[in-house]
């Protein structure tokens, strides 16, 4: 891509998207609620909603839309990430209506086609719909096919309609297979937008401008040089109100197949011939069938597994997670998990990646943690340095957007004596920005037609290759000793080993 076509592209993704209608299909939901809603106003206020714009909300609560917009007006209220605008509200509530009705009722549909063609009449809005589906999974498959028997899903010539999967995407392999094919029955793989959410965090997108857009790093990005990848995502809070996803889900499967190795595929990712959307996609889906299947003798030693006990948490006593509400009382659920995987090419032959994620952890942070090798010590050798620390560039994603790099330096003094200094940028502290939640970007991204950011079916399906034989003999083999790691810590012993066995730590010490 030449750089006029790069500038034409960015001025683009600055603009408002063309006329278009949102639908929301679990509009009364949580994930409605905190996230959605207040990301659309996020827009508004950054002039980046187009003017002919409409939302209709679907669920099984009985509502009017004057109610649904006094419901999503609190939530907006609660949530924005800055000051509440009451004038942009208003152009905001205007927009919002609301159907009710159950996601496998085909009647559904048909107040919500008799809907759509009122508020299109009455907007001017052409026919462009997104469909956001912020339900539980069972439901994903079901409302793509009544969108498809309903004729909602085909797009008059000209106009597009877009459907935006929310993770996860299948429980396993052999669901993620099964629900792409779903899909795709009656959808078109340039109509699918599997979204998560941690690809519209500033740092995550910036990666690929850190690694392809500076001469410095690109050179040593490989085995050379990496000794290894940590990638970490840890959450202070527990299961909070989703017991009844979690406990049938596991942060396993809620967050590796999809977060985790998302994060590692941008890490690990060839340069694209450009930024286009499909090169993005195939160099990822190219990372992630690479990734090295662990036989089941292997998982034992390479994945760790963790529920939290009781303890404290942020300055609080907390309970453990068997004492939450809705949690069976000898859950075998786990809370935590790391895993050693590797990527089986040539640039990261030899590289492991150690992946961890969990709840009620000692702090709140997400981070991708590049650990270099050591230069020789011979250097050193008649001096007091008896040891050289890795130098260590870490993206952090969460909740301090920003990059660090770590290194060493001579302490002041007659000696030679080496202590780690730390550069650190901050995205906040450089910019100024809009304080955002994350989906901005994502959602702008579904209206204006860019996938580079979503996954594709061959991507969700490889990662879940990968998982398999952990979840196998993990059922095989239920933990017997949960809970193993106290709230408030940096998770079970068993993670520590993980890389004690390889003769390195976690970044962190914990």
């Known amino acids: 891509m030449s750089a006029e076509a790069a500038a034409a592209a960015a001025e683009l993704a600055r603009r408002p998207s063309g006329p278009c209608l949102i639908v929301v299909f679990g509009a009364t939901g949580d994930l409605t609620k905190r996230l959605l809603m207040p990301s659309l106003y996020n827009l508004k206020v950054s002039g980046l909603l187009p003017d002919r714009f409409a939302i209709v909300g679907v669920s099984n609560v009985e509502h009017t839309s004057q109610s649904f917009r006094e419901e999503m007006e609190a939530a907006a209220r609660e949530h924005s990430t800055g000051p509440f605008d009451p004038g942009v509200w208003t152009w905001f509530a205007e927009r919002l209506h609301y159907v009710t009705g159950t996601f496998d009722d085909p009647a559904t549909f048909e107040r919500l086609q008799q809907r759509l063609d009122i508020v299109e009449k009455e907007s001017s809005i052409p026919g462009n719909h997104l469909y956001y589906l912020a339900t539980a999974p069972a439901f994903i498959g079901t409302i793509a096919e009544r969108l498809g028997a309903a004729g909602l899903a085909a797009a008059p010539a000209g106009l597009w309609r877009r459907v935006v999967v929310e993770k996860p995407f299948g429980r396993d392999l052999g669901s993620a297979v099964e629900l792409n094919r779903r899909l795709k029955h009656c959808l078109e793989e340039d109509q699918i937008y599997r979204i998560d959410h941690y690809m519209g965090k500033e740092t995550v997108q910036n990666l690929m401008v850190f690694r392809f857009g500076n001469g410095i790093f690109e050179p040593i990005w490989n085995r050379r040089y990496i000794d290894h990848v940590q990638i970490t995502a840890a959450e202070t809070l527990g299961v909070e109100k989703r017991a009844g996803y979690f406990e049938g889900a596991g942060t396993l499967r809620d967050m590796v197949p999809n977060h985790l190795f998302q994060l590692l595929a941008l890490t690990a990712m060839e340069p694209p011939n450009s930024f286009a959307a499909e090169a993005v996609r195939d160099e990822k889906a ?225």
Not at 384 to 405: F, K, M, R, Y
């Open 286 to 510: 190219k990372i992630l069938s690479a990734l090295q299947t662990p036989t089941q003798e292997a998982v034992l030693t390479c994945a760790v597994r963790g529920q939290y006990g009781a303890g404290t948490s942020e300055g609080r006593d907390v309970p453990a997670y068997r004492a939450e509400p809705g949690v069976a009382a000898e859950s075998r659920t786990e809370t935590f998990a790391a895993l050693k995987v590797s990527v089986d090419n040539w640039r990261w032959a030899g590289v492991p990646f150690y992946l961890r994620t969990g709840k009620r952890l000692r702090e709140r942070s997400t981070r991708i943690s590049i650990h270099f090798r050591r230069p020789p010590l011979q250097l050193f050798r008649h001096t007091g340095v008896d040891a050289l620390d890795p130098n260590v560039l870490t993206v952090h994603v969460q909740p301090d957007e920003g990059i660090s790099l770590r290194f060493g330096a001579k302490i002041p003094g007659p000696s030679v004596d080496i202590g780690d200094v730390e550069m650190k940028f901050k995205y906040a502290e450089y910019f100024g920005a809009r304080p955002a939640i994350g989906y901005e970007t994502l959602l702008h991204d579904c209206m204006i037609g860019d996938q580079t950011l979503f996954q594709r079916a061959d991507m969700t399906e490889a990662g879940w290759r990968v998982i398999q034989p952990v979840l196998d003999v993990w059922q095989a083999l239920p933990a017997r000793d949960f809970p193993n790691y106290a709230s408030g810590s940096c998770g079970p012993r068993e993670s520590d080993e993980l890389l004690r066995r390889d003769g390195r730590a976690w970044d962190d010490g914990g």
